[in-house]
Nanobody
């Protein structure tokens, strides 16, 4: 049974930082590209960042580029999303997702095979 469990969300002030983690089990983690998406109230789910299964390609949404870093630790079966200079517009539920050997269209939610249940990030002004 595949499980993706996000952690690290919370309440932070504008300008603060958070490190989100995604713990994966039940799949060969090193063969999966990991993506991060978010969904704010009343809005569509949107792409945030992704890192390929071999770890040498990362992709970011324009809205977070330059203030976020996606990474992975295959030994721990975990993916991470570091978010810096947080703004109220970053408030959303953040989801991690897994895409078997994904190498293209990383920003498309339909590319992903498995999803976590999400972790809430709230940025206060």
């Amino acid at each position: 049974q595949v499980q993706l469990v996000e952690s690290g969300g919370g309440l932070v002030q504008t300008g603060g930082s958070l490190m989100l983690a995604c713990a994966a089990s039940g799949l060969p983690f090193s063969s999966y590209t990991m993506g991060w998406f978010r969904q704010a109230p009343g809005k569509e789910r949107e792409f945030v960042a992704a890192i390929t299964w071999y770890g040498d390609i990362t992709e970011y949404a324009t809205s977070v580029k330059g203030r976020s870093t996606v990474s992975r630790d295959n030994a721990q079966n975990k993916a991470f999303l570091q978010l810096n200079s947080l703004e109220p517009e970053d408030t959303a539920v953040y989801y991690c997702a897994a895409n078997y050997r994904g190498t293209y269209y990383l920003s498309g939610s339909t590319s992903y095979d498995y999803w976590g249940h999400g972790t809430q990030v709230t940025v206060s002004s």
